[in-house]
T-cell receptor
Framework: GAGVSQSPSNKVTEKGKDVELRCDPI?????LYWYRQSLGQGLEFLIY????????KSGLPSDRFSAERTGGSVSTLTIQRTQQEDSAVYLC?????????????FGPGTRLTVL | TQLLEQSPQFLSIQEGENLTVYCNSS?????LQWYRQEPGEGPVLLVT?????EVKKLKRLTFQFGDARKDSSLHITAAQPGDTGLYLC??????????????FGGGTRVLVKP
């Protein structure tokens, strides 16, 4: 079966441009998470979606970051007016349901480079 | 802010040696998970520990969860080059956390030389 997929795998953009990162979770998984991994900060939580509930946006670093999940499946993370400090690997994960005991399956990530 | 601290940050050993990675927090978590990540890939779950004092074994890997559910360790016996990777601990369902987003430690990069 297919795992979590993300696209693009690599994205190079110029400072000030907007970017969209896509995540396709495992079919049937109700919870979807976005994380960011950078050299200086390690792996940090950004946002998560659970079913039809309002998303937990508590990890978004600024209002330039937003995400949506359409139809309870595919999710898009949007970064507006990108800055060099946004350069990182953006990881998406999904789990069958939202539980602290439930395994999160990660995608391969999108490596974002802001020049 | 809930923080997980891992030590050491980097470990280089010879094949056949043993190693231990530590993960410590000042906060209590409902569960603690260990992941391994290889270059260009996302983290892959190795184990989830839930009960204070719990010990889980996965072949040559032994995982312990502290009695107070604040710390954990990963011990690898007779390490092999295939064990090379970035090991991450992650806490879920902390008392101050809403939902089950993972709080990750900084990671331990393990290199096993043949």
């Amino acid at each position: 079966g297919a795992g979590v997929s993300q696209s693009p795998s690599n994205k190079v953009t110029e400072k000030g441009k907007d970017v969209e990162l896509r995540c396709d979770p495992i079919s049937g998984h109700t919870a979807l998470y976005w994380y960011r991994q950078s050299l200086g900060q390690g792996l940090e939580f950004l946002i998560y979606f659970q079913g039809n509930s309002a998303p937990d946006k508590s990890g978004l670093p600024s209002d330039r970051f937003s995400a949506e999940r359409t139809g309870g499946s595919v999710s898009t993370l949007t970064i507006q007016r990108t800055q060099q400090e946004d350069s990182a690997v953006y990881l998406c994960a999904s789990s069958l349901y939202d539980s602290s005991y439930n395994e999160q399956f990660f995608g391969p990530g999108t490596r974002l480079t802001v020049l | 802010t809930q923080l997980l601290e891992q030590s050491p940050q980097f470990l280089s050993i010879q094949e056949g040696e043993n190693l231990t990675v530590y993960c410590n927090s000042s906060s209590v978590f409902s569960s603690l998970q260990w992941y391994r990540q290889e270059p260009g890939e996302g983290p892959v779950l190795l184990v989830t520990v839930v009960t204070g004092g719990e010990v889980k074994k996965l072949k040559r890997l032994t995982f312990q969860f502290g009695d107070a559910r604040k710390d954990s360790s990963l011990h690898i016996t007779a390490a092999q080059p295939g064990d090379t990777g970035l090991y991450l601990c992650a806490g879920a369902g902390g008392i101050k956390a809403a939902g089950n987003k993972l709080t990750f430690g900084g990671g331990t990069r393990v290199l096993v030389k043949p």
